[in-house]
């Protein structure tokens, strides 16, 4: 029938029409992740955007650092979390800010990190330019994890393969985070990175090779293998320096909005009361205020990162001479950690700016392991102060309980809630 | 493309096809051509209906009666016997039987159609696939005739739908003109998208966005404010999922669907109506008067003169509006023409509305089965807008009534210089009036074209176009030199384009088989919409000029969206003799929005009508009283897109380092497998008609049941994000609908019809998959938790005593229990209405109508602040001035948001319309048909227990979660409109 075979044919038509409407329209918003993880321009900005991400909260390790270890007081404008860390105990909950923000901000880099570890195999780059973002990728996760591990007392390590990580204890954190770290090394060693890798990634004053190799002497120091720790801090060129960079707009320096714009905490005063008399460091870090703070300490004024572009050093020079010394103490090799020690404790300044200008130390002054720990212990407390390093170290060193308000943080509740992974808190 | 997603489509179509070719091909029994003649009058009067509609049924063939009231069908149809249906709006449809044989012209005589004064059968096409009496359905559906719009004079048309839909809670959130109504069918649907229905405009799905363009406070006016309410033929409402079949992933709020006027069969008609009102608030606060600053106690207290600032804020508003009409045709062409236009001041200063609209519609009978009808609808409107309610921001005039201590003289200098008000950080209302603008200005085009083809007796297709295109540009344009908030000056533009293209294939199809009778609907719909949204700000402006171009610091940003959906459904319908129908239906909807994984869903549904007073046994026992009684069961699925356009994306975001942009990922995870929210409803009801229809009952319960709604679920922040839109949620609506209307007196002199109607809807998150959170934008106040109903009221009680009474302090203050509890539920208990026509002769009608919620709370936040000491604007803050009450009575009182959540129930005065119609040797003397004048009152007075302006507004405009929230919001005006029409 004549209409029949006309009906069938507009039918076939409309079909034909409606299906050639797209349905899978694409986001012209902002680019999406297929499109960033599978192009050569995607994988170069996340590895841009990577650093970032780590440069943003670089106060939140120092933070809970110094707070934990009672070096830190919150002023009356300070959000509570803050004051919560300050006073320690079961004050500091699984809602507490500084604890899930530390977390999240560090995963979100662990997260970019494992992208780029990922794809960037997969993508046409050229060779020292892939070197370079795998490098750079390990480099920055090993660091996060590292920052982490000294906070939590077991944090996940693999993250972008499930939404339920598992966590892995501090040993297999620590054994991972130098492996990275090794594996970094190799990378850039097997190719060296690329001249636009440098220019145009890497971030301006950063030094790859040198902060790969002073965090394979920091975490293996932390670890306990102090032949790894020596031979890595041996390799560091002291004359170099490394650091985030921050500018006035659009990546400004997280310290200087917390503690000099917000003024949300400052130093305890003490900390430069205790000082060694003549320490020149001490005018580096703060500067003599008159204020108390909330809970009526005495507390003075910070004098680093006082404006809004100041770098942040991802390690100082002195942090390395430092690992030498205590590892050389640990090894119960005397002779050398007071030579080390006293570069230390003798050195005018450094490339970081830092000096602590003191008279060096006799062998009979430091006659046996126990007084040169103790001595190396000051002299980390005063020369990385504003570091992330404190709380490790009173851990390390074994200072009594009643130095730290806590001696780990709790698991965030964000985390709880919907990882059934998390394990339970640590005590205290 | 996923496999499956293509296998799947392949598989649909090839079902619809088949079904659709089998009916096609189904073996044709021997035809012969009729002339089928007859005349369709009215019972009452013997006037011809022009117009009335005759149709066989079972088949698609019919025709309309011309002039004379008479029509001619001309059919080939196979020998046998025949029900013709004549039907005409506003009459109760006749049937009678046909029998055709051997004879070529068949007469079937003349047919006397009664009036259906309590609109009992009427014919809808809204979720049907194809027009269907009223009685074949299974589910409820709400019509309104269009005079019923136009004659309630509404700002709006949306506003017009108040109190005339049972089951549906219309509110008018502000009072500002140029719109801001939010309709709830049957509760709210979801948590995390628009609860607004479907509006659809003849056949076209039309837009109904609340485009937040610039901050204006929370108010929002939505795009339903751009049609006019003049046009309007009339309104079908479909509240459930029986829409589900048309409109799949959308129907989750319900329908509405407009269709204008068409032009009619004889003589040109022109009608032109002039109208002027006025309106004014209603009721306005008590403020404090007291002489002092402070109380006795404080010596620092000074004297002071204090001013009623809501005497400069608000005033008695002015409008008009002209609207011309022309329309007419012959049985080929029949076309309607309007014109209006409407000017409306705003009751508070400075804000105003314009609008002009035009239409044009045009039905052309191409051939004796070729049918065209087009439609073009423009709308340019302007503005003028004040910024309002406190919910963002607090620049608003009513906002800052409350905020600056009325002691503060804020009327400018000599210079015209405007004074810094006492809280800097707000505005000096007085110059916000004065010197601030924010204008909207819209332009749309509204076009739609359909083909109807009934190539065959029983066979109609019908192929729709439509286009709904516009553009919403809002400025905000604020001095340099301003007392407070933006010193440097403000400004701001923005622009929203948005382009919708529908296109739909319909496929109808008919058999009779002896007392069976089959309808197979068939159809494919294909939806389009592409919208720009591009924001442009500047601050630190030159003096005098307010453009963009005259500030320094710039920013500027552009969103850009595209979704497409495309659909297919197949619907049958069985009937058996006029008794029982059931009707199936299923849907496939694709649409860009969800998942490639989960692109197709598919939706179901089924109903059934009995008419059990079409049995025979049901005359003998029951037709004298009860002369009508239907039973009808509806079940249906139907969706709910999500309120994102690219939710199922994982994006990244600009985060740069060392001078150079980088790349971070956005913390939400983009969901993959995004699907819509789904709802399962069923409804069960009765029709019944008590003394030969006299009464007319209608009586619905329903449960809904909507799963897979969309709501963040938070992620472990050990995976880099912080949360997924996820389909977790679940939540429900019960309720019963019931609507009586009755003839109370007719005869010659006097027709009174009676009409009343309760609904009721209880809403219950049933699972949330998460904590309990605070909406946002509602301070905390309104919430979301399981067991609970959407956008409860929570926050701290006040510290009582084992009696009950409140427990005070040393001083005699109240006190705060911190620990926050439930306050309240803005969501109405009863929803109520009632109103009376009246018909004294031909001559004068009166229309009056009483409508309320019942049982919802309000949060009066305006009252908490005009009590707060800081700024003390309250008539109640005398009390502590004087000395009467202890200082800090009411610092203590406004930490306690029990305190203002305040019982919202009302039963307004909604309209009370007189009209008097002549039609004498006066008016043929001036060549009019008739000629009519018309007195409209509105919201003319309110029985109510609260203690604000208005307990019917919302300051978050249509938000889905913040209901029942007052602050610092426009009320309805009360308003009174004159009209006059003239009709040719």
Redesign the interface.
């Known amino acids: 029938m004549k209409t029949n075979n006309l009906l069938t044919l507009v039918w076939c038509a409309f079909l034909l029409v409606a299906a050639g409407c797209e349905l899978d329209q694409l986001n012209p918003n902002a680019p999406t992740e297929a499109q960033v993880l599978s192009t050569p321009e995607g994988i170069k900005a996340l590895a841009v955007g990577l650093q970032a991400q780590y440069g943003e909260g670089v106060n939140e390790n120092v933070e809970v650092s110094n707070f934990l270890t009672r070096w830190y007081a919150t002023m009356p404008s300070s959000v509570l979390g803050l004051r919560e860390l300050e006073t320690g105990g079961s004050d500091v909950q699984g809602f507490n800010g500084t604890v899930n923000n530390m977390w999240s901000t560090h995963y979100r880099t662990i997260k970019s990190a494992e992208d780029l570890i990922t794809n960037a195999p997969k993508v046409t780059l050229v060779d020292g330019t892939r070197s370079g973002i795998i490098a750079l990728a390990k480099l920055y996760k090993a660091m996060s994890i590292g920052e982490l591990i000294e906070c939590y007392e077991q944090v996940p390590i693999e993250v972008t393969s499930s939404l339920t990580p598992t966590f892995a204890n501090r040993t297999a954190a620590l054994d991972y985070v130098i492996s990275l770290l090794e594996q970094a090394q190799q990378e850039i060693t097997a190719t060296p990175p690329s001249a636009d890798f440098n220019a145009s990634i890497l971030g301006i004053g950063f030094d790859l090779t040198n902060t790969i190799r002073a965090m394979i002497a920091r975490y293996a120091l932390i670890k306990g293998d102090h032949d790894k720790a020596l031979s890595a801090a041996n390799l560091v060129d002291l004359t170099k320096t490394s650091s985030i960079f921050y500018n006035s707009s659009t990546s400004r320096n997280p310290i200087y909005l917390i503690t000099i714009q917000l003024v949300y905490y400052r130093p305890v005063r003490t900390w430069r009361t205790n000082a060694e008399a003549g320490d020149g460091r001490v005018a580096y870090w703060v500067s003599p205020g008159t204020s108390n703070s909330f809970l009526s300490k005495p507390v003075d004024d910070f004098n680093q990162f006082k404006t809004d572009n100041a770098k942040f050093y991802v390690y100082l020079p002195g942090e390395i001479t430092l690992i030498k010394a205590e590892a050389y103490a640990r090894k119960n090799d005397l002779a050398n950690a007071l030579i080390e020690l006293n570069k230390v404790r003798t050195k005018a300044t450094d490339p970081a700016g830092i000096g602590a200008g003191l008279p060096p130390k006799t062998a009979a002054t430091l006659p046996n392991q126990g007084a040169m720990l103790d001595e190396i212990f000051k002299q980390r407390q005063y020369e990385l102060f504003i570091t992330g390093l404190l709380l490790g170290d009173s851990r390390r060193f074994s200072k009594p309980q009643v130095d730290r308000t806590r001696n780990w943080l709790p698991f965030p509740d964000t985390e709880r809630l919907s990882n059934p992974n998390t394990p339970t808190d640590p005590a205290f | 493309?996923s496999a499956s997603y293509k296998s799947w489509?392949c598989v649909w179509?090839l079902i619809v096809?088949c079904v659709?070719?089998a009916q096609?091909?189904q073996a044709q029994q021997t035809r012969q051509t009729y002339t089928i003649t007859g005349t369709v009058t009215d019972a009452k009067t013997g006037e011809a209906l022009v117009g009335a509609n005759v149709t066989i049924r079972g088949t698609s063939v019919g025709a309309s009666a011309d002039r004379e009231g008479k029509y001619t069908i001309l059919a080939t149809l196979s020998p046998g016997s025949y029900r013709v249906a004549h039907s005409f709006v506003g009459y109760k449809t006749k049937v009678t039987d046909l029998q055709l044989a051997q004879q070529a012209i068949v007469e079937v005589g003349k047919i006397g159609l009664d009036e259906d004064l309590l609109q009992i059968q009427e014919v809808v096409v809204t979720g049907t696939g194809s027009a269907m009496e009223k009685e074949r359905l299974g589910n409820a559906v709400a019509t309104l005739a269009g005079s019923r719009i136009a004659d309630a004079f509404a700002p709006t048309l949306d506003a017009a739908l108040v109190g005339k839909i049972a089951g549906a809670q219309v509110q008018q959130n502000s009072g500002t003109p140029g719109g801001g109504v939010s309709v709830r069918l049957r509760g709210t649907s979801t948590i995390s998208a628009s609860a607004e229905p479907l509006y659809i405009i003849d056949g076209v799905i039309v837009d109904n966005s609340s485009n937040e363009l610039v901050n204006l406070g929370g108010y929002v006016g939505n795009r339903i404010a751009d049609l006019n309410p003049n046009d309007v033929d009339r309104i079908e409402v479909v509240k459930g999922a029986a829409a589900a079949a048309l409109y799949g992933s959308r129907a989750n709020n319900g329908v509405i669907q407009i269709f204008t006027k068409r032009g009619q069969l004889g003589t040109p008609r022109v009608s032109y109506r002039t109208q002027a009102g006025m309106g004014d608030i209603r009721k306005t606060y008590e403020v404090n008067m007291y002489g002092f600053d402070k109380p006795p106690s404080d010596a620092t207290r000074k004297q002071v003169t204090r001013s009623d600032y809501q005497k400069d804020i608000f005033r008695t508003a002015y409008q008009y509006e002209n609207h011309l009409a022309m329309s007419g045709g012959n049985e080929d062409t029949k076309y309607y023409v309007s014109g209006t236009q409407t000017s409306e001041q705003g009751i508070v200063n400075a804000s105003d509305y314009q609008k002009i609209n035009f239409r044009a519609n045009l039905d052309q009978f191409v051939n004796s089965w070729l049918k065209l009808a087009a439609g073009a609808n423009y709308v340019y409107s302007f503005s003028d807008r004040v910024p309002n309610g406190g919910i963002v921001g607090g620049e608003g005039v009513i906002t800052n009534f409350a905020f600056q201590p009325n002691w503060a003289d804020l009327r400018p200098n000599a210079e015209g210089k405007y004074p810094t008000p006492p809280f800097a950080a707000f505005a000096n209302e007085l110059e916000v009036l004065d010197l601030w603008k924010a204008p909207l200005r819209v332009n749309r085009f509204i076009g739609s074209l359909q083909f109807t083809a009934t190539?065959?007796s029983n066979l109609s297709?019908e192929y729709r176009a439509g286009y709904d295109q516009y553009r919403e540009n809002a400025t905000r344009e604020i001095p340099v030199g301003s007392s407070a908030g933006y010193i440097t000056g403000f400004s701001q533009q923005a622009t929203k384009d948005a382009l919708q293209l529908n296109?739909d294939?319909t496929?109808t199809h008919t058999v009779m088989m002896d007392d069976l009778g089959f309808t197979t609907v068939a159809g494919?719909s294909?939806s389009?919409y592409e919208g720009t949204t591009i924001i442009a700000s500047v601050r630190d402006l030159i003096p005098v000029s307010t453009i963009l171009s005259s500030g320094a610091t710039a920013t500027a940003a552009e969103?850009?969206?595209?979704?497409?959906i495309?659909g297919s459904f197949l619907q049958e319908t069985v009937g058996y003799q006029d008794k029982l129908f059931l009707t199936g239906a299923l849907r496939v909807d694709?649409?860009?929005t969800f998942g490639?994984d989960d692109?197709f869903q598919l939706f179901p549904k089924a109903s059934l009508s009995y008419v059990l007073s079409n049995e025979e046994w049901w005359g003998e026992t029951f037709g004298s009283t009860l002369n009508r009684f239907k039973f009808r069961l509806a079940w249906g699925q139907s969706g709910g897109q999500p309120a994102g356009?690219?939710d199922r994306?994982?994006?990244?975001?600009?985060?740069?380092?060392?001078?150079?942009?980088?790349?971070?990922?956005?913390?939400l995870l983009?969901n993959q497998n995004l699907k819509p929210e789904r709802m399962t409803e069923i409804e069960v009801g009765a029709d019944f008609g008590l003394f030969n229809d006299r009464i007319s009952i209608e009586a619905t319960y329903y449960e809904k049941q909507v799963k897979d709604l969309l709501l963040q679920?938070?992620?472990?922040?050990?995976?880099?994000?912080?949360g997924i839109l996820d389909n977790v949620g679940e939540l429900e609506n019960k309720g019963f609908e019931l609507m009586i209307k009755g003839i109370a007196w007719n005869d010659d002199m006097l027709q009174w019809i009676s009409s009343f109607t309760v609904s009721q809807n209880k809403n219950k998150v049933t699972k949330l998959n998460?904590?309990a959170f605070a909406a946002a934008n509602s301070f905390g106040i309104s919430r979301v938790a399981q067991g609970e109903p959407l956008g409860f009221f929570y926050g701290p009680k006040y510290l009582r005593q084992t009696d009950g009474s409140l427990l005070l302090d040393a001083q005699g203050r109240p006190q705060r229990n911190p620990v926050a509890e439930k306050l309240g539920d803005p969501n109405p208990d009863y929803i109520l209405a009632f109103t009376n026509e009246f018909q004294v002769y031909k001559n004068l009608s009166v229309y009056v109508q009483f409508d309320g919620m019942m049982g919802q709370d309000v949060f009066n936040f305006t009252r908490r602040i005009l009590e707060t000491p800081a700024f003390g604007n309250g008539k109640g803050y005398e009390r502590e001035l004087s000395g009467e009450l202890p200082v800090g009575y009411y610092n203590n009182r406004r930490t306690v948001f029990e305190e203002y959540v305040e019982d919202g129930s009302f039963i307004k005065l909604r309209e009370l319309s007189i009209g008097y119609l002549m039609d004498n040797e006066f008016t043929q003397g001036l060549g009019l048909r008739n000629l009519q004048v018309r007195l409209t009152g509105r919201n003319l007075f309110s029985i109510d227990d609260y203690s604000g302006y208005d307990p019917e507004i919302n300051a978050a405009s249509q938000s889905t979660l913040v209901r029942g929230f007052d602050w610092s919001t426009v009320p309805l005006p009360r308003t009174w409109i004159l009209s006059l029409t003239l009709n040719l």
Request: glycine share 8%; proline share 8%; charged share 15%.
């Open positions: 493309m489509k179509e096809v659709f070719l096609l091909t190539p065959m297709l296109s294939l496929a494919f294909h389009y969103y850009r969206e595209k979704r497409v495309y694709g649409a860009s490639e692109r356009t690219y994306f994982s994006v990244y975001l600009q985060q740069s380092n060392s001078n150079r942009p980088g790349l971070v990922n956005s913390v983009g679920r938070t992620l472990p922040p050990s995976t880099g994000f912080s998460g904590p």
